[in-house]
């Protein structure tokens, strides 16, 4: 099964900019209904892409500064890394086949 981490702060370099993989994060918040639509499709994703790319998943409400200093205005939002710079990112639930093809541009 694909791994999802929990990003902070702390971790957020290591995690996602210095992966030896591309990463994806999902910037999302519980009480989002769109968020909640996006998140079996992200988990199968991970499960999908397990080894290929890295997944982590950003709570907005416990990591705010996070997501300011990545302009997160709107969420779900979606973060694409390759290399350690950001190479695309998405503001909006995306359904899997649309995933898949930011994922597959990835690689």
Same mark, same amino acid.
């Given at each position: 099964? @694909? ?33 909640? *639509? ?8 991970? !499960? %999908?892409? %397990? /080894?290929?790319?890295?997944? /982590?998943?950003?709570?907005? %409400? ?11 205005? @709107?969420?779900?939002?979606? *973060?694409?890394?390759?290399? @350690? ?12 086949? !649309? *995933?898949?093809?930011? *994922? %597959?541009?990835?690689?």
């Amino acid at each position: 099964m @694909g791994k999802i981490v929990n990003i902070t702060e702390e971790n957020f370099e290591t995690e996602i900019l210095k992966a030896s993989i591309p990463a994806v994060v999902d910037f999302t918040a519980e009480w989002c209904t769109f968020c909640k *639509l996006m998140e079996p499709v992200f988990e199968q994703a991970a !499960q %999908d892409y %397990d /080894g290929r790319v890295h997944f /982590g998943v950003v709570n907005v %409400d416990e990591q705010k500064k996070l997501a300011i200093s990545h302009k997160v205005a @709107g969420i779900p939002a979606l *973060l694409f890394y390759k290399n @350690g710079v950001l190479a695309d990112r998405v503001s909006g639930a995306l359904n899997a086949e !649309q *995933l898949k093809k930011k *994922l %597959d541009a990835l690689l």
